[in-house]
């Protein structure tokens, strides 16, 4: 893995090179499909105030697959909010064998000579990576506005979640993360080798290949990480299969189906010499969708059609129905240039609303959520790059291969928050923050050419309750504090 990097590419073969495939048929039984696009055209018409217009997320599936989207976006990390981030770094790393990058603490400046140690803690923040360098980054800021109510939903989701089963499945237990690995045994030694709690299940994916899955939560952000596996279990003498359950009508099935062919993933994992046993003695992992779970998954048609489209990109999206949960999902890619050659790893986000799901722990329910969060943004963001809160702290990252040009004005034209950030001091590029996807955010991460914006912003601070810091110093220097 030494001097890879990512990169934005093409579609790629069977084997990882620059030659994928549109994707694969949807066959999962009893799913309503075109009911479920004229739902997602009537939610994301109310939400757009154009009842008549289609999503382009919709028109791509009812016009076929846009080709090469992989070369315009990428996904590159998701980021959660945590109430003890090196703790959520060590738990991974120990329980799934990540690579922790990353491990900062950043500490206000001592001010005229006050007594201690002359600095105060503002926020804590690491950072791990998988196989193909997508990021997991878990973030605590003790400054930004919405952090104790941040820590209540923390609190209740991880309660919830301390005892996984498939009678128990809340809005909240799809995997925020699903990773792949060719081998699943030494996984299951390690959880219950620590006592982990955890929720073995397990999918036919339509290669005939079986699947199988481990659930697990991450302890201090209260959301739940997949670890799925394509090892032949049936002959395993180590792993009773019959452990692993088949999946029910509340868990939503079709939100937690692999699109990719599970051979490809393997292919891809050995390109990127994914080893069987690493540093920390568990296989090293790939990554393959993430879930964000909401009551209208046309909200994120909304977004990528509003925003994205603006770009002129227009990412494969399609949604469908059952009768107890609608799933919008998106493909795009994490990308990598290895050895001279484009890696390609096809991956999804999913937009899970669960009807049959139990809501959530108490008044921490999916609806609640959502109203605190919008008043979170509105009281805190209620202009553009006036400020920050810690509900921001839960989004994934895309990085967009073209220029930036017009997305500040799509997302005030569509009522959407943000705060952008340049990269370095007086950089045209860097990261806009939004409000978009409802109850979680979103970034996009990019460059501008004429937009002087991002230019006149300060580099992100995580000692100001705004993140807005002095434009005229890197205030985002890694300062006293600093771990590993």
């Not at 937009?351 to 799901?357: D, K, P, R, S, T």
């Not at 209620?382 to 997305?407: K, Q, Y």
Request: glycine content about 8%; proline content about 5%; hydrophobic content about 35%.
């Amino acid at each position: 893995m030494d001097g890879a990097q990512r990169l934005i590419g093409g579609p790629v073969d069977e084997d990882g090179e620059v030659r994928w495939a549109a994707g694969p048929s949807r066959r999962y039984g009893a799913l309503r499909v075109a009911g479920a696009v004229a739902c997602a055209v009537a939610a994301a018409g109310a939400l757009s105030g154009r009842s008549a217009d289609l999503p382009m997320a919709v028109k791509s599936l009812l016009y076929g697959r846009t080709h090469d989207v992989e070369r315009l976006v990428s996904v590159y990390k998701r980021t959660y909010f945590s109430t003890d981030p090196f703790h959520d770094g060590e738990f991974l790393q120990n329980i799934l064998g990540m690579n922790v990058i990353t491990s900062q603490l950043v500490s206000r400046p001592a001010v005229n000579g006050s007594s201690g140690d002359g600095t105060s803690t503002c926020a804590k923040r690491e950072v791990l990576t998988t196989l193909d360098n997508f990021q997991l980054h878990f973030f605590h800021s003790f400054m930004y506005p919405g952090h104790e109510s941040s820590n209540r939903w923390v609190q209740a989701w991880s309660e919830e979640h301390e005892n996984l089963s498939k009678e128990r499945w809340d809005v909240f237990s799809a995997p925020s993360l699903t990773l792949y690995s060719p081998w699943l045994t030494p996984f299951i030694r390690r959880v219950e080798r620590e006592g982990i709690s955890h929720l073995r299940y397990y999918q036919e994916h339509e290669t005939g290949s079986t699947l199988y899955s481990l659930l697990i939560n991450i302890p201090y952000s209260g959301l739940t990480i997949e670890v799925v596996s394509d090892e032949d279990l049936v002959t395993s003498k180590t792993v009773d299969h019959n452990t692993f359950e088949a999946m029910i009508e509340r868990m939503c099935p079709y939100s937690l189906m692999v699109h990719q062919d599970p051979r490809t993933l393997r292919k891809v994992h050995e390109k990127l010499g994914g080893l069987s046993a690493n540093s920390h003695g568990l296989p090293d992992l790939l990554m393959v969708s993430m879930a964000f779970p909401t009551t209208v998954p046309a909200r994120f048609a909304h977004f990528f059609e509003s925003v994205l489209g603006t770009l002129g990109i227009f990412p494969v999206g399609e949604q469908f129905e059952s009768a107890t949960c609608k799933t919008w999902e998106v493909e795009l890619a994490s990308t990598m240039k290895l050895n001279g050659s484009l890696v390609v790893n096809p991956v999804y986000m999913k937009a899970v609303a669960n009807l049959g799901a139990r809501p959530g722990p108490g008044n921490y329910t999916l609806t609640n959520l959502e109203h605190e969060v919008n008043g979170t943004h509105h009281k805190y963001m209620d202009s553009p790059n006036s400020g920050w809160d810690s509900w921001i702290d839960m989004h994934p990252g895309l990085h967009v291969n073209t220029l930036l040009d017009g997305a500040p004005e799509a997302m005030r034209k569509n009522g959407f928050q943000y705060t952008m950030h340049p990269s370095c001091v007086g950089c045209n590029a860097g990261s806009m923050w939004s409000s978009g996807i409802t109850p979680w955010s979103m970034e996009i991460q990019g460059a501008f050419s004429k937009d002087d914006e991002i230019r006149k912003q300060s580099l992100i601070d995580y000692c100001s309750p705004t993140s807005n810091g002095d434009t005229r110093i890197n205030i985002n220097e890694i300062r006293d504090g600093l771990v590993g």
